[in-house]
């Protein structure tokens, strides 16, 4: 704020008793003159008979705003995170938080979508270090057994898969989202796994994440 800025504020905080109140006019020239100063009458304070509204800056660099009294602790906070990005204005802490923040919001490279699994067997995983007899399923973990046999090895029978389909239409609810979402971070996809297909958190359901996570293209 300029210094003139300053000195208005200051008076309108201690105001004299023999000082004339400000016309409204007068006072919104004087509070324009802060970017940051915004002006909150559902907390204003009382001197005497006097209201005498309460002012706090407003910060600009994190998704939710923090309200401060003062210009400095504003300034403190915002040194806190000097790392900016170049597309908007919010600020990190740490440098590695930039990358993913562009990819997510303003680069976009990869996109997570249910409709990326093509079919049931999808949603199935195969652990080489687990016995080979059995099938896990990514959105909760559970094994399914293999009960029939190919060439020596252990293979999913149809009676089998009659099972894990009714497991995944039951109980995770396969196929009834929208699968034309996309969604532009994993752990905004993850939740959406979690109250939409009721998915339990795993090396399954990282392994889920990576068969729905798709390329895109960053925009030129």
Not at 98 to 114: G, N, Q, T
Not at 121 to 147: L, V
Not at 180 to 189: D, I, M, V
Request: charged share 25%; proline share 7%; net charge neutral.
């Amino acid at each position: 704020p300029s210094p003139a800025g300053s000195i208005a504020l200051k008076n309108h905080y201690q105001p004299s008793l023999e000082r004339q109140p400000l016309e409204p006019s007068q006072e919104t020239t004087d509070i324009s003159r802060h970017s940051n100063l915004n002006y909150s009458p559902s907390t204003s304070n009382f001197c005497g008979k006097r209201k005498i509204p309460r002012f706090y800056y407003l910060c600009e660099c994190c998704p939710k705003p923090e309200k401060f009294e003062t210009q400095a602790e504003l300034n403190a906070h915002e040194q806190e995170k000097p790392y900016e990005c170049a597309h908007c204005r919010n600020r990190f802490k740490n440098e590695n938080e930039v990358e993913p923040h562009l990819k997510a919001i303003h680069l976009r490279w990869y996109s997570w979508s249910c409709s990326a699994l093509s079919g049931y067997s999808d949603a199935f995983q195969y652990y080489p270090k687990k016995s080979n007899e059995t099938d896990t399923c990514g959105y909760c973990g559970e094994d399914f057994p293999r009960s029939g046999s190919g060439l020596g090895v252990p293979i999913a029978t149809e009676q089998d898969w009659e099972v894990r389909i009714r497991h995944l239409q039951e109980i995770h609810r396969f196929g009834e989202c929208n699968y034309a979402k996309k969604f532009w971070r994993r752990n905004h996809f993850g939740q959406h796994l979690k109250h939409s297909h009721s998915a339990t958190s795993g090396k399954w359901r990282k392994l889920l994440e990576n068969a729905c996570m798709r390329d895109e293209h960053p925009p030129d």
